[in-house]
C-alpha cells in the first residue's frame, strides 16, 4: 500500500493507492475531531458514576472534559486568523 501526503495552507490530500481523503480544512477537522473526544469523555465519566467507587474518577475525567472545551474556540480563532 502506497501512502502520500501533500499538504498545503488549505487542504491536505491523503492518497492510500487507489483511495484518496481530502480535508478541505484542517482547523475544521481538529475541531470535530476535539467535539468527538469532547463526547467520548463524558460517556467515560457517565459509566465512571454508575459503577460504584469511581465516582471520584468521574468527576476528574468530567473536568478534563469541560477544560477541553476551551480548546474549541481557540482552534476556531487559530483558523480565522
Known amino acids: 500500500m502506497t501512502q502520500s501526503?501533500?499538504?498545503s495552507k488549505e487542504q491536505t490530500d491523503i492518497r492510500f493507492g487507489r483511495d484518496e481523503l481530502i480535508i478541505q480544512n484542517r482547523?475544521?477537522?481538529a475541531i470535530l475531531f476535539n467535539d468527538f473526544l469532547i463526547a467520548l469523555?463524558?460517556?467515560l465519566g457517565s459509566v465512571f458514576f454508575i459503577v460504584p467507587g469511581l465516582a471520584s474518577a468521574g468527576a476528574w475525567v468530567f473536568l478534563i472534559a469541560s477544560i477541553q472545551?476551551?480548546?474549541r474556540p481557540t482552534m476556531g480563532l487559530l483558523g480565522n486568523l
Do not use: A, H, M, N
Request: hydrophobic share 60%.
Open 5 to 7: 501526503i501533500d499538504s
Open 27 to 29: 482547523y475544521e477537522t
Open 41 to 43: 469523555w463524558f460517556i
Open 69 to 71: 472545551f476551551l480548546i
